[in-house]
């Protein structure tokens, strides 16, 4: 779980204020020559773009007060804005630009004083080679963070890094060196009481026994994580764990304890109506519905599904309707076995 980016925060604009007053009163600071009025204007404006998800104009306006700030030599306006470039820069795959701002802003920060936010880039800088898939650059980084943050005795954020560390040990298949990372994480977010980072933490556990095949040792690990979710308020975490335990007991053949789990992922994100992850969940209720050889029901569910990928323009469409023709195939041929065997009798 990389520290969160600039680019996160400035994806919630701080007022309610339209676009178009913002843009108004960017023109207005202009023609005022009103440099620092612009360059806060900028940055209000560039995160309202981002938080509608016009990343190309966003960016375009951050340079604008990037270009103020340098002029009047801000060095917290200047942070701000290479950091929040390069954030949205992470969130659209640019990831050499991404690491150039992240450098930049690195090079700005020599006061001691400023460790903790060196660590945070250096975090943000490993977030990015962790994107590129470049593990080896990716863990250089993190530990380099990971060192300056037990200097600061900053425990959140020790276990923050051991979380990123784990994940990258995983994506390497260094299976124990993962499970050693996240425990480590485990056991700090523990101490700080931190609800959300142990819920996300005894995820990871699991999801690495689960691809190790530990079923049993999974369910445990999920079954913790959940009502640490339930209680940080947290419905997609809840829903995606009812979900990888619906995963594991699809494995273990126990059908009955799948659909369950399922139905329960499939509830909460109705509740907040998340259309994108309730098409997996229904997906997989599908697929067990196939297995138990109730195809109706499967198909009545595929037919859901299918409904609401055309709807969003979900990338598995073409995927979810062969599964469809597939399921209708088995039903057609149970048909004519029965009218075979009852045309026989």
């Known amino acids: 779980m990389p520290d969160a980016t600039p680019a996160s925060q ?7 204020r339209s676009v178009q007053a913002l843009e108004s009163e960017l023109e207005e600071r202009r023609m005022a ?16 773009y981002a938080a509608r998800g016009s990343f190309r104009r966003a ?19 200047r942070l701000l804005c290479l950091k929040s470039m390069a954030g949205l ?12 701002l992240y450098h930049q802003a690195l090079g700005l920060l020599r006061d001691p004083e400023a460790r903790p936010e060196i660590a945070q880039t250096h975090s943000q800088i490993g977030s990015v080679y962790q994107g590129q898939g470049d593990w080896e650059k990716a863990l250089v980084a993190y530990r380099t963070s990971l060192e300056i943050r037990e200097g600061l005795g900053d425990t959140r954020g020790m276990a923050l890094l051991h979380n990123n560390l784990g994940a990258v040990y995983a994506r390497q298949e260094r299976w124990e060196e993962a499970r050693e990372a996240w425990t480590q994480s485990l056991a700090l977010h523990e101490g700080a009481g931190d609800v959300t980072g142990q819920a996300i933490t ?31 308020g947290d419905a997609v975490g809840e829903a995606t764990i009812h979900n990888n335990i619906g995963f594991v007991h699809k494995q273990l053949g126990q059908l009955r304890q799948a659909l369950a789990a399922y139905q329960k992922g499939l509830k909460l994100l109705h509740q907040i109506g998340d259309s994108l992850r309730a098409t997996v969940a229904m997906y997989n209720m599908a697929i067990v519905h196939e297995d138990q050889g109730d195809y109706r029901e499967a198909l009545r569910l595929l037919e859901q ?23 209708r195939q088995k039903l057609d041929a149970g048909r004519d076995e029965k009218r075979m065997l009852e045309e026989r009798a």
């Open 10 to 16: 400035a994806a919630q604009p701080q007022n309610s």
């Open 33 to 48: 020559g009103d440099a620092a009025g612009l360059a806060e204007t900028c940055m209000k404006l560039a995160q309202a």
């Open 59 to 77: 960016l375009t306006t951050y340079e604008e007060a990037l270009k103020t700030v340098e002029e009047q030599d801000e060095l917290a306006g």
């Open 89 to 100: 820069c992470y969130q659209e795959g640019a990831w050499n630009r991404a690491l150039d």
């Open 202 to 232: 005894l995820g990871n556990l699991g999801s690495l026994a689960q691809r190790q095949g530990q079923w049993a040792d999974a369910l445990t690990w999920y079954e913790r994580s959940l009502p640490l979710y339930r209680k940080s």
């Open 305 to 327: 599904v299918i409904e609401l990928d055309r709807r969003i323009g979900h990338p598995d469409l073409r995927r979810d309707m062969e599964t469809f023709r597939r399921v």
